[in-house]
């Protein structure tokens, strides 16, 4: 009688979870152990795939001649997600070490690479990384030949588009654009944006982030009469600067299912417009807004969000003057609020209840406290104060204070972001539970070591819970 093996035993959909969990070299040791392995791993090895010419030592031939393998079965058909990288450190480097100042690769990959995008039929995520202000055109990345592709995200080219609108559009529901450069156009040139080549029926989701010395508003400025296509758009995260909000509030309010808005960006306080009261407003099914509390006077009028998480630090004067005279237009139907606050001013405040009784219905409240530098915020320099240890003495007090004033407040998070010599100076808190019995009160947090921007440790709880997530393979080529 034939020998059996226990491993056959074991159905395939087990072997395939038990596999998900293997990191990248385990799994290349398993793909050739037998037949029945190399079977059910293959499809992970090559699930997430990597394409970048500069982190190997190929001649372009030899790399051009792997691509012909990647591209083609049994490989290409198992790529979910895809990232490339157009930008070919190696030509661009000069012998002294510099790099080369242009828009045009001297490199002779890119036909291929692009050439090779529409082999990965069954691609779902398709990162591109390109050189700073490298022009990009959509046609040629052969995306609408990409019938299951849900996710794209560019970084860092300049994707000019023709201005006749193309007949088949890309059909994604997210599409991220990140490193934004500035136009750079020859005069009489006639060119739209990013947004007229994707299909406004499918996309759901966008992210526009810049660079250091542009706007996400002068590239949507061009497709300006295809805002109100985009009526499926529910979910947008912008940064963008005071000086730049208009084109930015333009498209916005243009967006009638918008649900969730996150913004962000510097020089909050220099904006150049201010809404009217007859002026256009985004939809009021806004649910969510993330973003500087100098924005909520301006993109929040006629709205009823249900979550606030203010994600630049402010203080609470600041926070008070952003909503204004009526406070209630914002903050009526507020139930989950996340606030980030400097040290020292939250120490000082006086009246922490008069601002807390505007959310009358807020439920859930998370306290991120910070004696963070503050020096990267040219709005914030002036709160950047150095925290006086006797005025910690009341933290307790203003933080029951804080906690009191919501009547419908069931949940509160209280996380701290210290330099480990100011957690030394901390008040005992363990009493906080028992002055606001009817608040569930948790702390978390990180401790900094003086000098250094990141957290020496974290919050235990969360450490220690782990994480549900499988690990997931990238193949790099």
């Known amino acids: 009688m034939a020998p059996t093996t226990k491993t ?3 159905p395939t959909e087990i072997w395939f979870e038990i596999f998900r969990l293997l990191p990248l070299h385990a799994l290349c040791s398993v793909h050739s152990v037998s037949s029945l392995f190399h079977d059910i791993s293959h499809s992970l090895l090559f699930h997430d795939f990597t394409l970048d010419p500069d982190r190997h030592k190929l001649s372009p031939e030899e790399f051009i001649q792997r691509l012909g393998m990647y591209s083609a079965e049994p490989i ?6 895809l990232s490339i990288s157009f930008q070919f450190g190696r030509w661009f480097r000069t012998r002294s070490g510099g790099f080369i100042n242009g828009l045009s690769s001297p490199t002779p990959l890119i036909a291929p690479l692009l050439q090779t995008i529409p082999h990965f039929h069954n691609l779902r995520v398709l990162e591109c990384t390109f050189r700073f202000n490298s022009e990009v055109h959509f046609a040629d990345l052969g995306l609408q030949e990409l019938p299951n592709l849900r996710d794209l995200r560019i970084h860092g080219g300049a994707p000019y588009c023709p201005y006749l609108i193309p007949a088949k559009k890309i059909c994604v529901t997210h599409f991220s654009f990140t490193g934004i450069p500035s136009v750079r156009l020859e005069p009489g040139r006639a060119i739209r944006s990013f947004l007229s080549v994707l299909d406004p029926a499918t996309l759901s989701s966008l992210t526009l982030s810049p660079s250091y010395d542009c706007s996400p508003a002068v590239w ?3 497709d300006h009469d295809l805002f109100p296509t985009f009526r499926q758009l529910r979910t947008v995260t912008i940064g963008c600067d005071g000086p730049f909000l208009r084109p930015v509030h333009d498209f916005l309010a243009h967006l009638p299912t918008l649900q969730n808005l996150t913004l962000s ?3 909050r306080r220099c904006t150049e417009f201010a809404p009217t009261p007859d002026g256009p407003t985004l939809s009021p099914g806004l649910q969510s807004y993330t973003g500087p509390c100098e924005y ?5 009028p006629g709205t009823a969000c249900t979550r606030f998480a203010l994600n630049a630090c402010c203080t609470p004067a600041d926070l008070a003057r952003a909503l204004g005279p009526a406070p209630a237009l914002y903050t009526r ?7 980030l606050l400097p ?6 405040w006086e009246s922490p209840h008069v601002l807390f009784t505007h959310f009358p219905r807020l439920a859930t409240l998370r306290l991120v406290i910070s004696d963070a530098p503050l020096e990267d915020d040219p709005d914030m320099c002036d709160s950047a104060e150095t925290v006086d240890p006797e005025a910690l003495v009341d933290l307790p007090d203003i933080l029951a204070a804080v906690l009191r004033a919501p009547t419908e407040l069931a949940h509160a998070v209280v996380e701290w972001d210290l330099f480990c010599d100011v957690v030394g100076m901390l008040p005992a808190l363990a009493d906080l539970r028992a002055l606001v019995p009817q608040v569930r009160i948790e702390f978390e947090g990180g401790v900094r070591a003086e000098g250094t921007g990141t957290d020496e440790s974290t919050n235990t709880s969360a450490s220690e819970s782990g994480s549900d ?3 997931e393979t990238e193949g790099v080529y």
């Open 8 to 10: 056959c035993s074991l």
């Open 76 to 81: 290409a058909s198992h790529v979910r997600k």
């Open 220 to 222: 949507l400025a061009y």
């Open 265 to 267: 960006g510097e020089y």
């Open 296 to 300: 909520i006077p301006l993109f929040l």
């Open 333 to 339: 139907a507020v139930t989950d609020l996340s606030l």
């Open 343 to 348: 040290l020292a001013p939250f120490c000082g």
């Open 469 to 471: 997530e499988s690990m």
